[in-house]
């Protein structure tokens, strides 16, 4: 007989690297396409993507855990291995006990996995997809029909049952994807950016089912790079950045390792570095950061120290060409932390 296992998700030393993208020769002067540069610190021409580097984590059974972190972070890719789609590089990844490359065939009966887009045939009903899904594991017609029926009632699409996929609203499928994750019972449920593209009204019904199914005791875990969305769901948050975890806490924890004050985000017109003096000078500042041509500044005042930093930038023969100020937060942590906003 099997030990029990504590832990649902365990990665140790968790890595991942895909190999350099093959360059498209252009005509000799020819500008690079839009979208085609990388953004973050430059990568030398020719040379592999790091997308994991060296990730530990562990979630124990029934938390809904999640991963924060902008694009390119490396949380889809951490999906993937956990969900078996990805062979890791280096490492291992556990579910449930069970290596996750050692054990596929087993892990994949243990998990539901919910992609960043929906994806059900379109050629099938939205009831013939989950009865479809169902067969894979070994599920009987009328069993699965059952199933399906239930499941769709819960996922408030049980009078769609006949309706084809297109015909439903982007909320609508993404529930659908959530249904079909459903059918066979698993343990665990991986939802990949499970909002992307959803209206806040449609958003939020998510959220309201998600929440239902972690009171059933089951262990969720969802990426992410809505700030909102990881401290409204998650009991604790892993913040990554290029691969590597940055931190990992309850939600209400993290907001207290963040910087004192105010983050005041002030956009010049040319490199932030020659402000930072002139900045920590000013009365109740806490401190000081500048990224290329963003200077942050922490305060207890925010507002109040608006009008100081502006002139302290106008000083230094630069112009300010956007503000914004957030409170102490999970995106003021991975700011002060990456010098990036997650979005």
Not at 65 to 90: C, E, Q
Not at 231 to 259: F, M, S, W
Request: aromatic letters at 4%.
């Amino acid at each position: 007989m099997r030990a029990a296992v504590s832990m649902a998700i365990e990665t140790r030393a968790l890595r991942k690297v895909y190999a350099a993208p093959k360059l498209k020769k252009r005509r000799s002067g020819a500008p690079p396409p839009p979208g085609s540069l990388p953004s973050g610190p430059p990568r030398p021409p020719g040379s592999p993507i790091v997308a994991l580097d060296g990730l530990d984590l562990s979630v124990p059974t029934g938390e809904f855990f999640g991963l924060l972190g902008p694009n390119g972070a490396g949380k889809t890719t951490t999906i993937g291995i956990l969900t078996t789609r990805v062979l890791p590089s280096g490492g291992q990844a556990l579910i449930g006990g069970e290596d996750v490359v050692a054990r596929a065939v087993v892990v994949r009966r243990r998990i539901g996995v919910v992609p960043q887009r929906p994806n059900a045939d379109r050629g099938l009903s939205v009831l013939e997809n989950l009865i479809f899904h169902a067969a894979y594991f070994g599920f009987s017609r009328a069993v699965a029909r059952r199933r399906a029926e239930e499941i769709l009632a819960r996922m408030g699409l049980g009078d769609r049952g006949d309706a084809r996929v297109e015909h439903l609203s982007g909320g609508q499928q993404q529930r659908l994807m959530i249904a079909r994750a459903l059918i066979h019972e698993p343990e665990i449920l991986f939802l990949d950016e499970p909002t992307v593209g959803l209206d806040p009204q449609a958003r939020l019904a998510l959220w309201e089912i998600l929440r239902a199914l972690h009171t059933e005791g089951r262990t969720i875990v969802m990426t992410t790079h809505y700030m909102e969305e990881a401290e409204q769901l998650c009991d604790r948050v892993a913040i990554v950045d290029r691969g590597r975890l940055l931190a990992c806490d309850a939600p209400a924890e993290l907001r207290r390792k963040a910087p004192g004050g105010t983050l005041i985000e002030i956009s010049l017109d040319g490199p932030a570095a020659p402000v930072i003096a002139a900045a920590r000078a000013i009365g109740g500042v806490l401190e000081v950061e500048a990224h290329d041509s963003t200077l942050a500044v922490y305060h207890p005042g925010g507002g109040e120290a608006v009008a100081p930093l502006i002139g302290a930038v106008q000083a230094a023969g630069r112009q300010v060409t956007n503000i914004r100020l957030a409170p102490p937060s999970l995106e003021t942590l991975f700011v002060s932390m990456t010098g990036r906003k997650l979005d």
